[in-house]
């Protein structure tokens, strides 16, 4: 290998691959029933909000913690559905959404936003007008919970979440909120981040905003 320039490319797996895949493996043995978007939900929301001089597109999910990610408290699920609704919203045809799914596929109409694909994140490119968008959380932490929210907003983005507080019992699983997002400044090209924090004692599930705008 050449070193005169002071580094030289490598290429091959990244490490980072196999050490996830060893924890993913531990967390499916501990929790047999979670579906993958259950299972990567937990792994990036158990850590928290990065204090580091950087920001989301630079640390992705961040640091690995796999005890915290046996025990994240809420995920953020999601199914072949809710995949194939995304396909829809992306402006796929139907027959190419047919042929990836093996099912007949009937978009509806209008088609769904982009935006409310269930992920744990949220990321908003062209933010001019106001949007609204759901997510959904499963408790899979102690039965009885009530989770309440703390906001971090974006430098120049205004949020508002209904509702501010999650009440979870032996009959109530699964809870909906709606995130509305709009800006308090003129458009620009600059990304700004921010955080939304579903909170319960001695657990954290957390969300982050990655949002734009631009020109």
């Avoid at 630079?58 to 046996?70: S, T």
């Avoid at 093996?102 to 990321?123: A, E, G, H, V």
């Avoid at 205004?158 to 979870?168: D, G, N």
């Amino acid at each position: 290998m050449n070193y005169e320039n002071g580094f030289t490319a490598m290429s091959g797996t990244s490490m980072a691959a196999p050490a996830v895949a060893g924890v993913v493996a531990l967390l499916k043995a501990v929790h047999p029933d979670w579906s993958p978007a259950m299972l990567k939900s937990a792994l990036i929301t158990s850590e928290g909000l990065s204090r580091k001089l950087a920001d989301p597109f630079d640390f992705g999910g961040g640091l690995v913690n796999p005890d915290k990610a046996a025990n994240p408290g809420l995920v953020y699920d999601a199914d072949v559905q809710d995949y194939i609704r995304f396909l829809c919203a992306s402006n796929y045809d139907e027959m190419s959404i047919t042929k990836i799914s093996k099912q007949t596929i009937k978009c509806p109409s209008p088609r769904p936003s982009m935006l409310d694909l269930n992920l744990l994140s949220i990321t908003i490119p062209f933010l001019k007008e106001d949007v609204t968008l759901t997510r959904t959380v499963t408790n899979v932490g102690p039965v009885n919970s009530v989770y309440k929210l703390i906001l971090q907003p974006p430098m120049g983005v205004k949020i508002s979440v209904t509702p501010k507080r999650l009440v979870f019992n032996s009959r109530v699983k699964k809870l909906s909120y709606q995130v509305t997002v709009s800006t308090t400044h003129k458009a620009n090209s600059i990304y700004y981040f921010g955080g939304l924090i579903w909170t319960v004692a001695f657990t954290t599930s957390v969300s982050h905003y990655l949002s734009g705008h631009r020109c």
